[in-house]
């Protein structure tokens, strides 16, 4: 397969399915971001919310694009992700999968609604440090500004679905407090009884948005740990899209030519004069190499990852220069550049069809077992009270809102989070904070702020152990 001998095939298929491990643990570690609110409800019957919302979990996945997985990728530079021992790159991906799919299934055992989005990014920060602590290895090999981004979305997510769902909460006490609705939203379901029709309906279509922006966040991080993969086991079938055609990008790697070339390297500080000089370079390089091919395959496989490499580093370049001070270009020249570093990472940022599907099925599959653990702590231990139909509804609507503008953005965040800060916070406004169950809140912030330290020395440790297996 690929070319490769028949236990790096072996390897690579073991690597494959223990990322559909990964989602498929995902979907049952998160069925209850969606489904608890219409079970504690009674809008629906469990068998049929966790169908539901695995149908619109595989939804999501589908429709819900790459932006997500795209950030996933770029976490790791690619230039970390490859090695001349294809041991090496296993080792580095057996780590970081392991480690986060034990951490993954410990936290379901114990039934604590802990974030698949931190455990992998954790796992991938983790074997990144660990990779650039190698005595050999020059340079950071974890992107820290795309870090940052991702841990800012991650830390504010928990805290807009918590006040967003108390504001929500305070504003439908407000509008229905002196009409008929009033009593029926904030009082508890009648036991076996589902709620008015009016009110299932509200329940249902918010729990159907939580199952498609789960699945169009959470989903689309397994989409980019399995490119994590294949470009770093097999680059010369992967690094490059296939569908886009090489000559086509021509155009705009001239016009990153043309406005690096019309900026003053001499004000610039040294690190930055060198990525300028090197942006430059390989701008009109890769313009020459671009426009006499006609398709990726007219592109040696010993080349592909090399050209990968170099439209990568013109992007980080790109983004770096135009921020400085010191450059002093046009806004129309700015805007230019950033539209022709974004059409050139067409050729980079992609994922083909069946990376989707296969990820889609996993999680969809896995979103209907494995549910009646973490429904139980999020409908009845994180609040003293049982579970209304406005808690419900407006600690979901606010979860879908903010998964999807996250989506949209290319931030992953945490659904487990978002949602039960958003119930701690529906339970909150109905009560005050004594409405609140300490002692499983404190069990959600411990696994919170323990995730990424344990998960990221759990991985780092596990690449030292696989790739000194490796070099013995």
């Known amino acids: 397969?690929?070319?490769?001998?028949?236990?790096?095939?072996?390897?690579?298929?073991?690597?494959?399915?223990?990322?559909?491990?990964?989602?498929?643990?995902?979907?049952?570690?998160?069925?209850?971001?969606?489904?608890?609110?219409?079970?504690?409800?009674?809008?629906?019957?469990?068998?049929?919310?966790?169908?539901?919302?695995?149908?619109?979990?595989?939804?999501?996945?589908?429709?819900?694009?790459?932006?997500?997985?795209?950030?996933?990728?770029?976490?790791?530079?690619?230039?970390?992700?490859?090695?001349?021992?294809?041991?090496?790159?296993?080792?580095?991906?057996?780590?970081l999968l392991l480690s986060a799919i034990f951490w993954n299934l410990l936290t379901w055992y114990f039934g604590i609604p802990c974030s698949s989005s931190h455990t992998l990014i954790g796992s991938i920060l983790g074997v990144g440090i660990?990779?650039?602590?190698?005595?050999?290895?020059?340079?950071?090999?974890?992107?820290?500004?795309?870090?940052?981004?991702?841990?800012?979305?991650?830390?504010?997510?928990?805290?807009?679905?918590?006040?967003?769902?108390?504001?929500?909460?305070?504003?439908?006490?407000?509008?229905?407090?002196?009409?008929?609705?009033?009593?029926?939203?904030?009082?508890?379901p009648k036991k076996n009884s589902p709620p008015p029709f009016w009110i299932r309906s509200i329940l249902i279509l918010t729990c159907t948005s939580v199952s498609y922006s789960h699945g169009s966040n959470d989903g689309q991080k397994g989409v980019g740990l399995v490119m994590l993969i294949l470009i770093g086991i097999v680059p010369s079938y992967f690094a490059l899209n296939s569908k886009v055609l090489p000559a086509e990008l021509s155009e705009p790697m001239a016009k990153i030519e043309r406005v690096v070339g019309l900026v003053d390297p001499k004000p610039l500080s040294h690190p930055d004069s060198v990525k300028w000089a090197e942006t430059l370079a390989l701008s009109g390089k890769l313009k020459n190499d671009l426009t006499s091919k006609a398709s990726v395959k007219e592109i040696s496989k010993q080349e592909r990852f090399l050209m990968r490499r170099d439209i990568l580093v013109i992007d980080r370049n790109v983004k770096s220069l135009i921020g400085k001070d010191e450059v002093r270009l046009s806004e129309v020249d700015k805007k230019v550049i950033k539209d022709s570093a974004r059409e050139l990472r067409s050729i980079t940022d992609y994922s083909p069809t069946w990376v989707v599907v296969m990820i889609a099925l996993s999680l969809g599959l896995g979103t209907m077992i494995g549910w009646k653990r973490i429904v139980k702590t999020i409908g009845e231990k994180i609040g003293k009270e049982h579970l209304t139909y406005a808690q419900g509804a407006s600690a979901e609507l606010v979860a879908a809102t903010t998964i999807g503008m996250a989506s949209q953005f290319g931030w992953p965040v945490s659904t487990t989070q978002v949602l039960s800060s958003g119930i701690a916070g529906s339970m909150v406004a109905s009560k005050g904070v004594k409405n609140l169950q300490f002692d499983t809140v404190r069990n959600i912030l411990l696994a919170w702020v323990l995730t990424l330290p344990v998960v990221m020395i759990m991985s780092g440790t596990l690449f030292f152990l696989f790739r000194s297996l490796a070099d013995w």
């Open 1 to 95: 397969m690929f070319e490769l001998d028949f236990s790096y095939s072996v390897l690579l298929f073991l690597c494959l399915a223990a990322a559909c491990g990964f989602e498929f643990v995902n979907g049952f570690h998160d069925t209850a971001n969606a489904v608890a609110t219409v079970i504690y409800t009674h809008s629906m019957k469990p068998w049929a919310a966790v169908i539901w919302s695995g149908v619109w979990n595989f939804l999501g996945v589908m429709l819900g694009g790459i932006s997500v997985a795209i950030g996933i990728i770029n976490l790791l530079p690619v230039e970390s992700l490859i090695d001349q021992n294809i041991a090496h790159s296993l080792a580095m991906i057996m780590a």
């Open 130 to 188: 660990a990779y650039s602590l190698l005595p050999e290895v020059a340079g950071a090999a974890v992107d820290w500004g795309q870090a940052k981004k991702i841990g800012l979305a991650l830390l504010i997510s928990p805290a807009i679905g918590f006040s967003m769902t108390v504001f929500l909460m305070l504003l439908l006490r407000v509008a229905t407090k002196k009409t008929q609705y009033g009593d029926s939203l904030f009082k508890e």
